[in-house]
């Protein structure tokens, strides 16, 4: 068994040593250039007037370009058309892309760059939520609204209702690799490029359309990155395409890296949000109704906020049965970068809302927070739950029992109309309580709290409920292209990318299971739109169950067809043909992989074959929210707990105890590694990692100077991951679930946990918004105190 | 242009520089060393640290010509002699202390500079000592881990496989 191991990353070995190669280490052919953009000081008006005369003179300058160069489509962008690679004079945020220079080197480049005398028309830039809506700046014709039932007359019977607002801050990726690619032109016109991408046929078709070639003219490979979170989903497209064009411009091979402030001025983020709630329920905290509004700022051009602001309606539920809702979604377009895909997709922002909700109703109820949440859970799954705290008991009569089915059947329906047929976190949640020691803490913080005036403690518990698959729904396929050689070593190649997610080691593990081999005799080779083509993005923590799959289906091909021409040299059938152990048994005979390969390919049997999957059961339609969008969910839960000092507002995570659901794993070491640096990626983006635009709406945080990035000392000390141990119900690769994304949102219990702590100075409500940051902790200190 | 030279991994090297050229430029164009990785251009990031004359220097930090004379060392000079991996690396791998790997040749070299001062360091010296070494993938708990595991001491306590 090769699937289901914790096997090493599968470049351990080369990133221990150096060897590994980022684009950047690729050695280049001598007279390569480098590349640098001039990028826009305002964010917004119109250039009146470009003196790139110094830019030319500047040592090292080869050549500068501009809009009016390009030969062909000036745009990057991933859907909507709307992205100039250079500004055709219009300054949409500062940092916009003006100008290119090509240079003999990346300093030099770089140097040039900074010299251009550019005069601006300033406009006042739109910067807030409040601006945008005033000035009714947005994408799409008007709000999008999903929901049931008539809000407005359930909060208005409601016992209580409990308002309020969540400003949740945007986060940038720092993948730790900056954004990258290398152009290599070729006869004929032909270009390769090596990208540091999530998306190489976005890639392959920007570059396309950029040089008026069509998509066989280009070829982009992707071996790895150092890190991607959705930063390189499109925000990459930039950069392969000013090679492109700039190979093609001067016949020499084209390399731009971007340095970090660069990538921070330039690339977009995790968008913003504000979130404005009204939730209606009762004494014990059962909500009835919730009003949600949900502000997107989705900076200037759509790339892919539209998805982006689905998905987080779609996470406005999180765990919880909310009987009438109405989420209304406004994707509000400003003088920002273009926000874009972030390890989660909307959807963290959609949960922290309905958290918030939580939180602040049981704060308001007087009862303990994890209760309340349990309390408004979808109802348990039926066969295979650990807890069945809904079933009706053996006496009941008939008639009650299909009352409560009705019942349960009803609280399994989300917003949108799809029914969660997989809940566990019943179970989940009574396990974790138990193995936290959650209500003996309680009771402990709670004595603490009543001891000491300086340090205060706080405990959350927040659960995950994450939806599976992309919403939209034509990106749920996967191509894989296998090859089984004569020596009997496999060669494996498909469409999604390695960016440390572990994707190529599990996609590894599931070919060498189906031929019976060792890990040593697959050989994972770099993401090649000339061997798959048309691929999705490696997101929506989709690589391994749509990558597994192709890459499986077309595993079991050849071996297919090994198995006949030996079945039958053999008089055996097919289906008695076994791989196992680097071995082929046929009857009584049996072979060495090799030998069988060789058998065949003597046989003339092919040895070569592509596999194609598509996610089935899945429909959507995103303008009416209904439908069937996620495969499956995957679910996490987990304990947090932080001291605060109330005299400076800093803070600390003690200990955090997560139960994460994978299904059953393809490789519990990769996923425990997802687990973990999600957790403290999203307690990074809640707590420390704050954004500062200026009012004139120039980026502020540019570098880790500024930009405060978890360091090994802020993650917590006390650290304990489980797995669920359950396979997944829907019908998965070895029945495993994706883990990329869904661990992120584990993060939001420390922003709970820090509101339990503020709660505990005072009787108000402490209202964080996020990042909950030391100077936000004090000030809600000081509002809770004041409340007395 | 001045001419520098160091003892590289222990061979010499030797280059033409501008005053400004920075060592991890130096070493990455002009050597080829590219296991130095550049994170963030400003000495924050930890991903260029190496060392010189024995003590981990962010490359990014420090003029080729500063390093005149010097013996440095880089992560494609720590294996063992016999080209194994060395005990960190080692580590590094079988504890997971690695995901994407950009920052791992740093933390690599920064935790043989913790260990060569402090054989036996405890998870908080740890954790201290990398203070100036980011990771954006793990959450640090695997690195911690190899760390400790490469320092000879028992990580059964500190999370379970
Ligand atoms: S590149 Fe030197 S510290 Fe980041
Ligand atoms: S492994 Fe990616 S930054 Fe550390």
Known sequence: MTVAKPLPHDAAARHVDGSARYVDDIPVPAGTLHLC??????????????????????????????????????????????????????????????????????????????????????????????????????????????????????????????????????????????????????????????????????????????????????????????????????????????????????????????????????????????????????????????????????????DLSLAVADRAMLHADNAYWIPTVRIESHRLKTNHQSHTAFRGFGGPQGMVGIERVLDHVAHRVGRDPAEVRRLNYYAEAEEGALSAPLGGSAASPPEDISAKKKDLQERRVTPYGQVVEDFILGGMTERLLETSGYHVRRARVAEWNARNEVI??????????????????????????????????????????????????????????????????VRITATDTAKVPNTSATA???????????????????????????????????????????????????????????????????????????????????????????FYFAYGAVVSEVAVDTLTGEYRILRADILHDAGSSLNPAIDRGQVEGGYVQGAGWLTTEELVWDDAGRLRTHAPSTYKIPAASDAPEVFEVNFWQAENRAETIHRSKAVGEPPLMLGISVLMALSDAVAACGPGYPALDAPATPERVLAAIRRVRGAA | MTKVSMTVNGEAAEGEVEGRTLLVEFLREELGLTGTHVGCDTSQCGACVVHVDGKDVKACTIFALEAEGAEVRTIEGMANPDGSLNVIQQAFQDHHGLQCGFCTPGMVMSAAALLAENPKPSEHEIRDYLEGNICRCTGYHNIVKAIMAASGQDVSRIAAE
């Open chain 1, 37 to 302: 953009f001039g990028c826009a000081r305002i964010s917004r008006g119109r250039v009146t007037a470009v003196d790139l005369g110094p830019v030319r003179a500047a040592e090292g300058v080869i050549a500068v370009l501009t809009a009016d160069d390009l030969p062909f489509d000036n745009d990057v962008a991933p859907v909507a058309h709307d992205e100039p690679l250079l500004s055709d004079g219009t300054v949409h945020y500062a940092g916009q892309p003006l100008f290119l220079v090509v240079a003999e080197s990346h300093l030099q480049a770089r140097r040039a760059a900074r010299r251009a005398e550019i005069s601006y028309e300033e406009e006042t830039p739109i910067l807030t939520v409040e601006q945008a809506l005033a000035a009714d700046s947005r994408f799409e014709e008007g709000p999008r609204v999903y929901g049931r039932g008539d809000v407005e007359a359930a909060l208005a019977t409601a016992p209580l209702v409990t308002e309020g607002e969540i400003e949740i801050g945007g986060q940038e990726h720092f993948y730790l690799e900056g954004q990258a690619a290398l152009a290599l032109p070729q006869e004929g016109g032909d270009m390769i490029v090596h990208a540091s991408s999530q998306h190489p046929t976005e890639i392959q078709h920007k570059v396309a359309d950029a040089l008026g070639l069509p998509m066989h003219a280009v070829r982009v490979e992707v071996r790895r990155m150092g890190g991607g979170f959705g930063g390189k989903e499109s925000q990459g497209n930039a950069l392969a395409v000013a090679c492109a064009v700039a190979a093609r411009a001067t016949g020499r091979p084209c390399k731009m890296r971007y340095d970090r402030d660069d990538d921070f001025t330039i690339t977009g983020k995790r968008h913003p949000f504000v979130i404005r709630y009204r939730a209606g329920h009762d004494a014990e905290g059962r909500l009835l109704a919730v009003d949600f509004r949900q502000f997107a700022v989705c900076g200037w051009s759509q």
């Open chain 1, 456 to 521: 205060k403690r706080g405990l959350a518990f927040t659960p995950v409920k994450f939806g599976i698959s992309f919403t939209l729904t034509h990106l749920n396929q996967a191509g894989a292209l296998v090859h089984v050689y004569q020596d009997g070593s496999v060669a494996l190649n498909h469409g999604g990318t390695e960016m440390g997610q572990g994707l190529f080691q599990k996609v590894a593990q599931v070919a060498a299971q189906v031929f019976g081999l060792p890990m040593a005799a």
């Open chain 1, 540 to 630: 929506a923590s989709s690589g391994s169950d749509l990558n597994g799959m192709a890459v499986r289906l077309a595993c079991e091909e050849i071996a297919g067809r090994m198995a006949a021409f030996l079945a039958e040299r053999h008089q055996a059938k097919p289906t008695e043909v076994r791989f196992r152990e680097s071995r082929v048994e046929v009857g009584a005979e049996s072979y060495s992989f090799a030998e069988a390969a060789k058998a065949c390919w003597m046989g003339r049997v092919s040895l070569s074959a592509t596999g194609y999957y598509r996610t089935p059961d899945i429909s959507w339609d995103r303008i009416r929210g209904e439908g069937r969008p996620f």
